[in-house]
């Protein structure tokens, strides 16, 4: 299968090509290779390769000829600095998308796997031992400057047990970020509609691994925290370190992506499902800072009480469905993969992730 990876010189899309490549077919990777997401001499993809952004229609119609599916992973990643950052966001990830939606119609290209993201729940899922399963809104300033971080019961006030998020769960994006890859489904949703598409959103938990960006206001916790150690500081974990979230290797995910590419085909036409992309090993933020300062052998974690506006405390999803649909399982456990992530390589950038990348 002939597939075109938008994104593919990235993190996650790096790894996907060497999955797809490993699997017998035939990459084709779209990267802007903006210098600001890459080292100076980024190493190239070994695989065909069309260097242009995914929101220029021209450049994106040629590369989509002779393909059979479309693995989209290019997209601005993380909260960003401030609100500032919302046209950019908006532009890489949402009309980017359209674009690139818009012009697999026009060629008749019908497969699509999306790079979903668990942050469309906002809060993962919560009990009340009066209410059951409810809802809590976003966590007010006030509360996470006195140190209040944990949600409460929006009926009676009550302390809440987080537990597993389904995909039937309602979404509720919390931030920018959140908020375009909400609309990417969305929009992977309208085109499967209206040209008889099948689409895939995987959503990812906290992907890490080999090759992660690094000094960025755009990476992932993991990547600050094991840049902290790189230059011998400790890391410093906000609020108290006790929220969840689900670690998930890079290479398993790039599994999960090729195991839904050769799926979708047998999919419903005119359907987008998503799939909750996590290990199933729940750990705090505290618990991986500490994973990552062993494995380096440096000083141990800082917890700063610091906080930021849009953050969620809990989200941890069930992945069952695309274990029991797709067969896919994560084979990276927790320990060994922060111990491989504290000895291996980050790539060097400064500045936003743009629009060529994952």
């Not at 998930?248 to 790039?254: C, G, M, S, W, Y």
């Not at 047998?266 to 290990?279: D, K, R, V």
């Not at 610091?306 to 067969?327: C, K, M």
Request: glycine share 10%; net charge neutral; charged share 20%.
């Amino acid at each position: 299968m002939r597939v075109l990876v938008t994104g593919g010189a990235g993190f996650i899309g790096s790894h996907i090509v060497t999955a797809l490549t490993a699997r017998g077919h035939e990459p084709v990777v779209l990267d802007a290779l903006l210098p600001a997401a890459h080292p100076a001499a980024p190493p190239l993809p070994d695989a065909e390769f069309v260097h242009a952004d995914v929101r220029d229609p021209d450049a994106v119609r040629s590369a989509l000829r002779g393909v059979d599916a479309v693995c989209h992973q290019a997209a601005m990643v993380g909260l960003g600095k401030d609100f500032a950052d919302a046209p950019e966001y908006v532009g890489c990830n949402d009309l980017g998308t359209a674009v690139l939606l818009a012009r697999m119609a026009d060629a008749g290209v019908r497969r699509l796997v999306l790079a979903g993201s668990m942050v469309v729940y906002g809060e993962g899922r919560y009990t009340c031992a009066s209410h059951g399963t409810v809802r809590p809104g976003p966590r007010r300033a006030e509360d996470l400057k006195a140190g209040r971080f944990e949600p409460r019961c929006p009926d009676c006030g009550a302390a809440l047990a987080p537990g597993l998020v389904r995909e039937d769960a309602p979404t509720d994006p919390r931030n920018v970020y959140a908020t375009t890859k909400l609309a990417q489904e969305h929009l992977a949703a309208s085109w499967a509609r209206c040209a008889e598409g099948r689409a895939v959103s995987l959503r990812y938990h906290n992907v890490y691994g080999p090759g992660m960006p690094r000094d960025t206001p755009y990476a992932g916790v993991a990547s600050f925290f094991r840049s902290a150690l790189a230059r011998g500081e400790a890391p410093r974990v906000y609020e108290d370190g006790a929220q969840r979230r689900d670690f998930v290797h890079v290479t398993d995910v790039a599994a999960a992506n090729s195991v839904a590419l050769e799926a979708v085909a047998g999919l419903a036409g005119g359907t987008m499902t998503a799939y909750n992309t996590g290990s199933g090993e729940p750990h705090t933020v505290r618990e991986m800072a500490a994973a990552l300062a062993t494995a380096c052998g440096g000083p141990a974690p800082v917890v700063t009480g610091e906080f930021r506006l849009g953050d969620v405390r809990h989200v941890t999803a069930d992945s069952a469905r695309l274990r029991d649909e797709l067969g896919w399982r994560p084979e990276v456990r927790f320990a060994e993969g922060m111990a491989e992530f504290a000895r291996a390589g980050q790539r060097t950038s400064a500045e936003p992730v743009g629009p060529g990348r994952p």
